[in-house]
């Protein structure tokens, strides 16, 4: 199957779907098309709640296109690169919706940025979590802030010197990423489902409020995250990093 970026609008409820058939990995043009989604259905006055997931049913997201990686040749290459992580997490933090987020399985590096930046977020046992970033010498410097705000600098600081631990879905649940964890995707998703129908009965202006007063304190983030996109694309052209990624062609 081809990558894509779907979404569907029913009962007031946005659905967004990405897929790469590599473990739906993040390539620009994928989070490019994310951020357009995003910023299309949350100004949509019909919707009043958003489920952010992804195809299939194993890994959420493998987080940033290895073959991608690999070709950036200069540093500012690698910025625009990483601030495709930094557009879709602002775009989910200036989102005037709720977002839920569905994690079906593993999650790693952006993936698990993505994960945070959900206002809302279900998964199932499988969903464990990996911030690799650290193995292949650069660092979770884009996706962290979003990291931290939602699961604390003890948890975040863990997971990323930590590189090449996949840290299980109930501890991910203890530190505050997810908040709850299934047994079965049908659980997880009959669960999504009814949550969702449950907050389109709330009053869109209290959520529109509310959402602001969760995500205050992040007003510096455009910036913030450009800085750190800068860095991770400045790393990324490391003789260390280099070498490291020709063991991924």
Not at 86 to 107: L, S
Request: negative net charge; hydrophobic residues 45%.
């Amino acid at each position: 199957m081809n990558a894509y970026v779907n979404q569907e609008i029913l009962n007031n409820i946005a659905t967004i779907e990405f897929f790469h058939p590599e473990k739906n990995s993040l390539p620009s043009h994928i989070l490019a098309q994310l951020v357009e989604t995003i910023n299309s259905v949350g100004n949509n006055d019909v919707v009043k709640v958003i489920i952010l997931k992804s195809g299939g049913d194993k890994t959420f997201c493998a987080g940033a296109s290895f073959q991608e990686l690999i070709s950036i040749n200069d540093a500012a290459t690698g910025k625009i690169f990483f601030s495709g992580f930094a557009n879709v997490i602002n775009a989910m933090r200036k989102c005037p919706k709720f977002i839920i987020g569905r994690i079906q399985g593993k999650t790693v590096g952006g993936g698990v940025g993505i994960a945070a930046a959900t206002d809302y977020c279900m998964a199932t046992q499988f969903a464990a979590i990996k911030l690799s970033e650290l193995n292949v010498g650069i660092g979770p410097f884009v996706v962290s802030p979003a990291i931290e705000r939602k699961m604390g600098v003890s948890a975040m600081s863990q997971i990323a010197i930590d590189a090449n631990t996949f840290y299980e879905a109930t501890w991910a649940r203890e530190k505050g990423l997810y908040a709850s964890v299934f047994e079965s995707i049908e659980e997880m998703d009959e669960a999504v489902q009814k949550f969702a129908e449950h907050l389109c009965t709330y009053n869109p202006e209290a959520m529109l409020e509310m959402k602001k007063i969760f995500w205050r304190g992040t007003e510096d983030w455009d910036n913030l995250l450009a800085e750190r996109a800068a860095i991770s694309g400045r790393l990324v052209l490391s003789d260390f990093t280099k070498e490291t990624l020709k063991k991924f062609k």
